[in-house]
């Protein structure tokens, strides 16, 4: 069983700053990889920013140069700053984690259950 907590959303102006945190627990391994999602009504989820364990990164090019992910593998914990937001980033943003479990050693994937984040015009 694996546990994601999610934290940070919330309601900001156009250029302001959010920092959203997933901090994941339970029969973990190990993780792989640590991302965050985002999805408005009536569209698909969409990858945000992604960290592997390695240490490699991808961001949608929507926010490159504004948003920063980043993670602390001792507390299985990835951080995404939000700088300079504009109303079109308003979303549910999910965290999703990609582990190996500690009973057979498979490699799965879990998502948080979501953070609103509002950016007012």
């Known amino acids: 069983q694996v546990q994601l907590v999610e934290s940070g959303g919330g309601v900001v102006q156009a250029g302001g700053s959010l920092r959203l945190s997933c901090a994941a627990s339970?029969?973990?391994?190990?993780?792989?990889?640590m991302a965050w999602y985002r999805q408005t009504p009536g569209k698909q989820r969409e990858l945000v920013a992604a960290?592997?364990?390695?240490?490699?990164?991808n961001y949608a090019d929507s926010v490159k140069g504004r948003f920063t992910i980043s993670r602390d593998n001792a507390k299985n914990t990835v951080y995404l700053q939000m700088n300079s937001l504009k109303p079109e980033d308003t979303a549910a943003y999910y965290c999703?984690?990609?582990?190996?479990?500690?009973?057979?050693?498979?490699?799965?994937?879990?998502w948080g259950k979501g953070t609103q984040v509002t950016v007012s015009s």
């Open positions: 339970g029969s973990i391994f190990s993780i792989n990889e």
């Open positions: 960290i592997t364990d390695g240490g490699s990164i």
């Open positions: 999703k984690v990609v582990y190996v479990n500690t009973w057979n050693r498979a490699r799965l994937q879990y």
